[in-house]
Nanobody
C-alpha cells in the first residue's frame, strides 16, 4: 500500500525554476530519510539531495547553491526547489524514502515512478 508520488516536473528554459513534490502514503510508521535522485539517458542514477527526519540535508556538488530540499513531516512530503536550471539538469527525477511500517520493524527503501525535468531553450 505504500506509495510515493512525484509531481512538478516539466519543461523549462535555462535559468528557470521548478518545484518538485513527493508525497508518501500508506500504512507508514515513520520515515527516516527522504530524498531526490536523478537519471539522465545513458548515465547512472545520482543523488541530488536528501533530508533526514531531524532536518539534516545533503546536496550533490552540482546543485549546491541552486537547489533547496525541504520536508513536511506531518504530510510525509518532500520538496525540491530548483533554481537557475541548466541543460545538464535534464533527467528523470525519482523520489526516495527509507521508512518502516511498524515500530521497531525493519527499514525499507521505496521509490517513486519518477518525473521528467527537461531544461532546454
Amino acid at each position: 500500500q505504500v506509495q510515493l508520488v512525484e509531481s512538478g516536473g516539466g519543461l523549462v528554459q535555462p535559468g528557470g525554476s521548478l518545484r518538485l513534490s513527493c508525497a508518501a502514503s500508506g500504512n507508514i510508521c515513520s520515515i527516516l530519510v527522504m530524498g531526490w535522485y536523478r537519471q539522465a539517458p545513458g548515465k547512472e542514477r545520482e543523488l541530488v539531495a536528501t533530508v533526514t527526519s531531524g532536518g539534516s540535508t545533503d546536496y550533490a556538488d552540482s546543485v549546491k547553491g541552486r537547489c533547496t530540499i525541504s520536508r513536511d513531516n506531518a504530510k510525509n512530503t518532500v520538496y525540491l526547489q530548483m533554481n537557475s536550471l541548466k541543460p545538464e539538469d535534464t533527467a528523470v527525477y525519482y523520489c526516495h524514502a527509507k521508512l518502516r511500517l511498524t515500530y521497531g520493524g525493519a527499514w525499507y527503501n521505496y521509490w517513486g515512478r519518477g518525473t521528467q525535468v527537461t531544461v532546454s531553450s
